[in-house]
DNA sequence: GTGAAAGCGCTAACAA
DNA sequence: TTGTTAGCGCTTTCAC
């Protein structure tokens, strides 16, 4: 039963890019030769990887990862989620996940999920369905619908910023509540007694805000006066709440970042409220710019870079089949102790 | 039930997760029409509209980006380069760029590059291969070969930060050979004559400086004296340098970043050199920090989100298919004269 | 408005 | 070591 009609040419517009199919062509070989000559060079001839090698290099062939990902099931792409790269607390975690990622092959992408919630939802669909290798979030995942999906979609997750008991998956953090205890501490030790502080209204910020006041009674001190500022924090807001607090008696300020830390500084200094010796303070961040200032500024001192680091070896081991037999890794903080206390 | 289909000769992994198909079924109706009720709902009846839009819910089915792109030739994603984001001046164009583009449903991808040129190629080949819709680069490409690659990739540019009679493609930037000559125009309008610069030895940087050395020579003040310090530029680095400075007499300086500005008030305040009475002081960037720094910073203003909004725009027009009639912007600059000079 | 067929460019699985 | 085959999950083209 032979039809005479010849089948129709349906041919969709290629991209026009050259194809690993023309690098084969070209050497001599077949498309998956080509292909394994360049992914797994050990599993070919030297020969073929050669004669691939000058094809690749006259037809300026560039692989097409989106054909790779999908038939291979790895994208090697690892997205991080921030809730706004302007602030910088997050920033030394960013460049080092990109950098370590670099190095091993994989590309970063950055979502930004703004301070609240409510983009949250839109990005995490749009970002599983890329299918990254690995998924990194700054803080820890607290909707419900948002940690259900990260558990459904299979994907490596690595929370960080934050300690918690139940991760989704895996967890590189330090724990807000012993920072704010052992600033109280330090200031005690200091012979500070009526204690302050300038806190963002981030969740973590106000964690650590609620462990040093917990720590500040049980130590005996007075009642920690606190001014709470909207997030992102800046040297302005900082200004402000000096202004506030002064009114108030204070001797001691604990601000929930560094920016914030300079901002009281400046006020002080525009006051002529000499520090430390009628104030103390103490930031949080250690910013490149923290050791130089005049006075230089005391704070506590997360590895963000460490961080980032860390979550990067999470995410490639996952991606290369290894486990990881220690899911949370706690990353711990230190204070370092300049002249501003 | 009896046995349904055999399982392939050749099973491949299959991913596990929902696909199209799978919701197609459920809806009962063909993939092709799932697929037209989701991303062209117009094309479709409100009935099986609604039937689609249950079996996506029911499933939890997240679209396969990657599948979605390789068919299409268009991935929605954008790749943006920057040099390193630890440093503040590009933040602000990589989170509008994120923002902007997040909007319009598309995804960015960040590579850093380094300050030098070493890592730029391969990771240009990176982020080819992903096949992006558009790809943004802070300050524009100067190696031959990486401007063949783009050029040759068809993957609409933006180049950024610069401004060049040559882009690759299109551009959005200020003229840095304004801003030097500006900024000692400026000075010499404020009475001084013993001009010097802190400059990070960047390119820009250094472009700025030049031109900012010949200004004040046309306007016959003495020859500028500089100091070029490494980048990333720190507090440190303004510190420093400013002790140099003092040596040789100079009566204003003109620093390549805000955070320099901020080492040079820093130094000049632990020396008791009054500022702006002593010494003019003029930064450049514009931090969020500079306005309630004490005293303010006078600097030099770039609207850096709009430079990312800009080029996000570009790069979704000709997305969309829209020809963009003027592919060069010049986004301009300002001197925001605040108390520090 | 809906569907069947045919790939997009690549790699896993199997075979020689 | 190399090749053949059959998809990965989606969208384009063409047909009704």
């Given amino acids: 039963m032979s039809t005479d009609a010849t089948p129709p040419r349906r041919s969709r517009r290629r991209s026009g890019a050259v194809t690993l ?3 084969a062509k070209l050497a001599g070989v077949a498309p998956i030769t080509a292909s394994r000559a360049l992914n ?7 020969e073929v990887r050669q004669k691939v090698s000058d094809a690749v290099s006259r037809t300026g062939y560039v692989p097409n990862l989106l054909a790779g990902g999908l038939a291979s099931t790895r994208s090697r792409l690892v997205a991080a ?5 302007s602030g910088p607390v997050f920033l030394a975690t960013v460049q080092a996940l990109t950098e370590t990622l670099a190095e091993h092959g994989y590309q970063m992408m950055l979502g930004q999920s703004g301070y609240t919630n409510t983009r949250e939802d839109a990005l995490l669909e749009a970002i599983i369905g890329r299918r990254p290798d690995g998924i990194v979030l700054t803080g820890i995942m607290h909707s419900a619908e948002g940690r259900r999906r ?7 997750v690595v929370e960080t910023w934050d300690l918690t008991p139940t991760p989704i998956d895996m967890l590189v953090g330090f724990s807000h509540v012993d920072v704010g205890h052992a600033v109280a501490r330090f200031l005690r030790d200091k012979g500070r007694t009526r204690l302050a502080a300038v806190s963002g209204d981030d969740e973590r910020a106000l964690r650590r805000l609620e462990a040093y006041r917990a720590a500040a009674l049980a130590l005996g001190l007075a009642e920690v006066q606190a001014v709470v500022v909207p997030a992102p924090t800046t040297l302005r807001s900082g200004r402000d ?9 204070v001797d001691a300020v604990f601000c929930s970042s560094d920016q914030l830390a300079l901002g009281v500084m400046t006020e002080a200094q525009a006051r002529g ?4 010796q009628r104030l103390s303070v103490v930031g949080f961040g250690d910013l490149e710019i923290a050791a130089d200032l005049n006075p230089a500024l005391t704070t506590v001192r997360i590895n ?4 980032g680091r860390q979550a990067a070896r999470f995410i490639i081991d996952r991606a290369e089949g290894r486990e990881v037999a220690q899911r949370i890794v706690d990353i711990g903080y230190s204070i370092v102790d300049r002249h501003s206390a």
Same sequence: chains 1, 2.
């Avoid at 797994?40 to 030297?46: C, D, E, I, Y």
């Avoid at 989620?81 to 790269?85: A, F, M, N």
């Fill in 273 to 276: 409220i000499a520090i430390p």
């Fill in 304 to 307: 963000g870079a460490d961080i």
């Fill in 21 to 23: 199919h023309d690098v």
């Fill in 81 to 85: 989620l921030v809730p706004s790269i």
């Fill in 241 to 249: 709440a000096l202004a506030q607090l002064l009114e108030r008696g």
């Fill in 150 to 156: 990260l558990m459904a979609s299979g994907i490596p």
């Fill in 40 to 46: 797994h060079p050990k599993q070919v001839s030297a």
